[in-house]
C-alpha cells in the first residue's frame, strides 16, 4: 500500500536516507524541498504539475535514488507545504526565478566535476521546465518533459473564460475551480482514494494565476527552438489532462540535436500514480544515464 491514512497527500512513504527541508526565496518566501541523495553525480529535479506537490512523487523519488539518481522534488510557490498566497502568483516569471535559484543551491552541494544536473516537469512543471531551459541553460546538462501542458483539453465554460480573463487583467486574487477532477489525473484506485482525502492538492486557483499560466503555456512553442540541451519528452496515450499531439509539437520543436520520444500506451496523465511505473522509471534513468 502506497497510501498512508496517517500521512495524506503522500503517495508512499520516504526512504530512510530522504529528507525534507525549506530553501528560502530572494523575497523571503520559502519553498518546500524534498531530496533523495545518493552517492549519485547524477542529479534530477521533478517538478509537478498544476494544483499537486511534491508528496505526490515520493514513490518515484525512491524509485528513481534506489536505481542510481540522486533526487530533489520541489513544491511550487503557493502550492503543497510552500508558502505564498495558496493557488496564486503575481508574475509568471516569479516561479522561473523560483527554480532558477532552487537550481543553483542544489547544484552548490554537488561540486564534483563529473556533477550533471537535470530538471523533469510534469505537466504544468513542463511549462516551467521550458522556460527554465531556454532561460537558463547553464545550469543543466538535460530536460526531461512528464505530459508536459502544451494543449488543454479541458472544456471551459464561456463564462468562466471570461470571468478568469477579466479578473486576471485586473489582477483578481478571485478563486476559481477549473474543470476535471481525479477522472482525468488517474486510474488508480488507490491514488484516488490518496487525491480526494488530500489537503494539499491546490484546486481552487486565483484568475491572475490563471492567466499567468495562460500566457506562459503561448509561449512554450516559441521557447522549444531556444532549448538545445539534450531532451526526453514523454507522453502518455490514456492522457485526458493534456493533447498528447501538443506534446508532440514540443518535441518537434525543440532546438536540441538530441532529443528522444517516448510513448506510453497504458498509462494516465498523473503517471507518478501509476501502480507499475516500471517502464517510466527505467527509461528515465537509462536516458539520462547513456548521455
Same mark, same amino acid.
Given at each position: 500500500?502506497?497510501? !498512508?491514512?496517517?500521512?495524506?497527500?503522500? *503517495?508512499?512513504?520516504?526512504?530512510? !536516507?530522504?529528507?525534507?527541508?525549506?530553501?528560502?526565496?530572494?523575497?523571503?518566501?520559502?519553498?518546500?524541498?524534498?531530496?533523495?541523495?545518493? &552517492? /549519485?553525480?547524477?542529479?534530477?529535479? =521533478?517538478?509537478?504539475?498544476?494544483?499537486?506537490?511534491?508528496? *505526490?512523487?515520493?514513490?518515484?523519488?525512491?524509485?528513481?535514488?534506489? +536505481?542510481?539518481?540522486?533526487?530533489?522534488?520541489?513544491?511550487?510557490?503557493?502550492?503543497?507545504?510552500?508558502?505564498?498566497?495558496?493557488?496564486?502568483? &503575481?508574475?509568471? /516569471? @516569479?516561479?522561473?526565478?523560483? %527554480?532558477?535559484?532552487?537550481?543553483?543551491?542544489?547544484?552548490?552541494?554537488?561540486?564534483?566535476?563529473?556533477?550533471?544536473?537535470?530538471?523533469?516537469?510534469?505537466?504544468?512543471?513542463?511549462?516551467?521546465?521550458?522556460?527554465?531551459?531556454?532561460?537558463?541553460?547553464?545550469?543543466?546538462?538535460?530536460? =526531461?518533459?512528464?505530459?508536459?501542458?502544451?494543449?488543454?483539453?479541458?472544456?471551459?465554460?464561456?463564462?468562466?473564460? =471570461?470571468?478568469?480573463?477579466?479578473?486576471?487583467?485586473?489582477?483578481?486574487?478571485? #478563486? *476559481?475551480?477549473?474543470?476535471?477532477?481525479? &477522472?482525468?489525473?488517474?486510474?488508480?484506485?488507490?491514488?484516488?482514494?490518496?487525491?480526494?482525502?488530500?489537503?494539499?492538492?491546490?484546486?481552487?486557483?486565483?484568475?491572475?494565476? +490563471?492567466? !499567468?499560466?495562460? #500566457?506562459? #503555456?503561448?509561449?512554450?512553442?516559441?521557447?522549444?527552438?531556444?532549448? @538545445? %540541451?539534450?531532451?526526453?519528452?514523454?507522453?502518455?496515450? !490514456?492522457?485526458?489532462?493534456?493533447?498528447?499531439?501538443?506534446?508532440?509539437?514540443?518535441?518537434?520543436?525543440?532546438? /536540441?540535436?538530441?532529443?528522444? *520520444?517516448?510513448?506510453?500506451?497504458?498509462?494516465?496523465?498523473?503517471?507518478?500514480?501509476?501502480?507499475?511505473? @516500471?517502464?517510466?522509471?527505467?527509461?528515465?534513468?537509462?536516458?539520462?544515464?547513456? =548521455?
Amino acid at each position: 500500500m502506497l497510501y !498512508q491514512v496517517n500521512a495524506p497527500g503522500d *503517495w508512499g512513504t520516504m526512504q530512510a !536516507q530522504s529528507a525534507t527541508e525549506t530553501l528560502n526565496m530572494a523575497d523571503g518566501c520559502k519553498l518546500f524541498l524534498r531530496s533523495w541523495p545518493t &552517492e /549519485s553525480q547524477q542529479v534530477l529535479l =521533478l517538478m509537478h504539475g498544476l494544483g499537486a506537490h511534491s508528496g *505526490w512523487f515520493i514513490d518515484m523519488g525512491n524509485t528513481l535514488a534506489t +536505481l542510481g539518481l540522486t533526487v530533489y522534488a520541489v513544491d511550487h510557490r503557493g502550492f503543497g507545504r510552500s508558502e505564498g498566497l495558496p493557488g496564486h502568483v &503575481e508574475r509568471f /516569471s @516569479t516561479y522561473v526565478e523560483d %527554480l532558477a535559484t532552487v537550481v543553483k543551491t542544489i547544484r552548490a552541494r554537488h561540486i564534483a566535476q563529473d556533477t550533471r544536473f537535470f530538471i523533469l516537469g510534469h505537466s504544468m512543471g513542463g511549462i516551467f521546465a521550458t522556460y527554465l531551459a531556454a532561460q537558463h541553460s547553464d545550469l543543466l546538462d538535460g530536460v =526531461l518533459f512528464l505530459n508536459p501542458w502544451v494543449q488543454d483539453s479541458a472544456q471551459v465554460p464561456l463564462g468562466m473564460t =471570461l470571468g478568469i480573463f477579466g479578473g486576471g487583467l485586473a489582477h483578481s486574487q478571485r #478563486r *476559481w475551480r477549473t474543470p476535471g477532477g481525479v &477522472e482525468g489525473m488517474t486510474t488508480n484506485p488507490e491514488a484516488v482514494t490518496m487525491l480526494n482525502a488530500d489537503p494539499y492538492w491546490r484546486r481552487d486557483l486565483t484568475a491572475n494565476f +490563471l492567466l !499567468q499560466i495562460f #500566457r506562459m #503555456r503561448l509561449q512554450v512553442l516559441k521557447l522549444a527552438p531556444r532549448i @538545445t %540541451l539534450p531532451a526526453l519528452v514523454m507522453q502518455v496515450d !490514456q492522457d485526458k489532462s493534456v493533447v498528447p499531439a501538443g506534446s508532440r509539437k514540443l518535441y518537434e520543436a525543440l532546438g /536540441s540535436s538530441n532529443k528522444t *520520444w517516448k510513448s506510453y500506451p497504458d498509462y494516465a496523465h498523473d503517471t507518478e500514480l501509476e501502480a507499475d511505473r @516500471t517502464n517510466l522509471d527505467r527509461d528515465i534513468v537509462e536516458w539520462i544515464q547513456n =548521455l
